[in-house]
């Protein structure tokens, strides 16, 4: 049977008592916009010790990248990149215990480690020092831009946005949308067609990330977008217009496997699928534990409304839900650990557990009645921020579609 180790478990409550004491008294004013997650970010990163944490592991690499002499054609990161420590299981509480506060706030960390974790893995020396470090130690915020108008789940296909080589300058022009962290991000890790000169087939494009940052002319962001939920995350627009970077802020090497789809976007997408189920963890265990104890509590006929078969039945399905929820977690820990995390291992995991945590905060709330109506318990929000694991980082369709995509491989190759 899985279960976490001394190490885990103390890092679990760690966590949790940083998110009580600090963010679920701000989560109101983090709703209403009133309060910006960034400072409450920071303090996080400091007070857990991850931004040490994370900024040890980008100055490893950067040695590394030193000592090869040059960035851009050193290769792939090393399996730093892949997790947030030695352990993903820790990242996997992290985020767990963030969201059964606030997967908003969740959000906005996956959104900034995304861009960080990007530039790390196969940025130049110059990328990492100046944009993934000051990142991942939480100094600067970062957004990861890979969505655009006409251009969301078939981002590879039809994206639009193009960087043009003129020698030692890229110019970048096209539109993102539905950003995590765009509104207020100081780094950027936008995805563009690359052509090597300006008359380069559209064949002859490949995907790859560019490192922008703020302030580069040409470059502009949209106001926060008004969403259903999430409101802790800001998610807003990116233009660029003739904004022109320095050849090195490519991201990889455009030489090399030119003809793989943006297989470094592909990998972050992986690990931001990888990362969602155990926010959607923490939003099922939540209300797991709000139900119970409500329904244990709550009397109705002049008894306990747990005793009800329609209520207690709600409650079993919600119990296996959250068993199979934390067995794929720690499935998915265990397979970053392993370095065989593949896509369909992510999107079958987030499919599941985004499908669940909708699924279960709908019926936490029905269990609530009225009460759970309220925006004074965390029911409601949990559920509006639960429907976006089912949008956000590749639709369930597109899950969906992987899945079979990948059984039918299977049955092909034996
Ligand atoms: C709050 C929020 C934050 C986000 N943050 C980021 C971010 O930080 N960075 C980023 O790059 N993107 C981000 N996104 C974008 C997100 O990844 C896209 O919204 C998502 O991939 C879906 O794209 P779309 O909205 O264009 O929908 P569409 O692709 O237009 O899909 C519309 C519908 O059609 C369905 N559909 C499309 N094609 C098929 C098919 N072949 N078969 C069956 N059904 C299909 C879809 O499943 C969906 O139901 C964010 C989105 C949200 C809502």
């Known amino acids: 049977m899985f279960q976490l180790d001394d190490t885990q478990r103390a890092f679990e409550s760690a966590v949790r008592a940083w998110c009580k004491k600090e963010l679920a008294p701000n989560v109101p004013a983090l709703e209403s916009g009133e309060l910006l997650p960034y400072e409450l970010l920071r303090k996080l990163g400091l007070d857990l010790g991850l931004a040490e944490l994370l900024g040890q592991m980008a100055e490893r690499r950067l040695g590394v990248l030193r000592s090869a002499g040059s960035g851009a054609e050193s290769g792939r990161g090393n399996s730093a990149g892949a997790s947030l420590a030695d352990d993903p299981m820790l990242t996997s509480l992290l985020l767990k215990e963030i969201s059964r506060v606030s997967p908003g706030f969740g959000m906005v960390f996956i ?191 002049g008894r306990p409304i747990a005793e009800f078969q329609g209520v207690s039945f709600k409650l079993a399905r919600m119990e296996l839900a959250l068993e199979n929820a934390r067995n794929l977690v720690a499935k998915l820990a265990w397979a970053q650990r392993e370095g065989r995390l593949d896509a369909r291992l992510a999107a079958l995991a987030k499919l599941y557990c985004s499908e669940q945590a909708v699924r279960v905060s709908l019926d936490a709330i029905q269990i609530h009645g009225g009460a759970g109506y309220l925006a004074e318990l965390p029911l409601e929000k949990l559920m509006r921020d639960a429907k976006m694991f089912e949008i956000g980082g590749g639709t369930s369709e597109m899950q969906l579609q992987t899945i079979a995509r990948s059984i039918l491989e299977r049955s092909h190759q034996g």
């Open 111 to 301: 959104a900034t480690l995304g861009c960080g974790m990007a530039i790390l893995g196969q940025g130049s020396a110059e990328t990492v020092e100046r944009c993934a470090l000051p990142v991942l130690r939480f100094e600067k915020i970062g957004a990861w831009a890979l969505t655009e108008p006409g251009a969301g789940s078939d981002a590879f296909g039809s994206m639009r946005t193009t960087a043009v080589l003129e020698r030692d300058t890229l110019v970048l022009n096209g539109q993102k949308t539905f950003i995590s962290n765009a509104p207020y991000a100081d780094v950027f890790a936008i995805y563009a067609r690359v052509a090597g000169s300006p008359d380069a087939s559209p064949d002859d494009r490949p995907v790859r990330a560019i490192v922008v940052e703020r302030g580069t002319p040409g470059l502009d962001t949209g106001p926060p977008m008004r969403k259903m939920g999430m409101h802790d995350s800001p998610t807003g627009e990116i233009f660029l217009r003739d904004c022109r970077v320095p050849a090195g802020n490519l991201i990889g090497s455009l030489a090399a496997s030119r003809n793989a789809r943006g297989a470094a976007a592909l990998d972050t997408l992986n690990q931001e699928r990888a990362a969602m189920p155990a926010m959607c963890l923490g939003i099922i265990e939540r209300c797991v534990e709000e139900s119970t104890r409500y329904a244990a509590e709550r009397e109705q006929f």
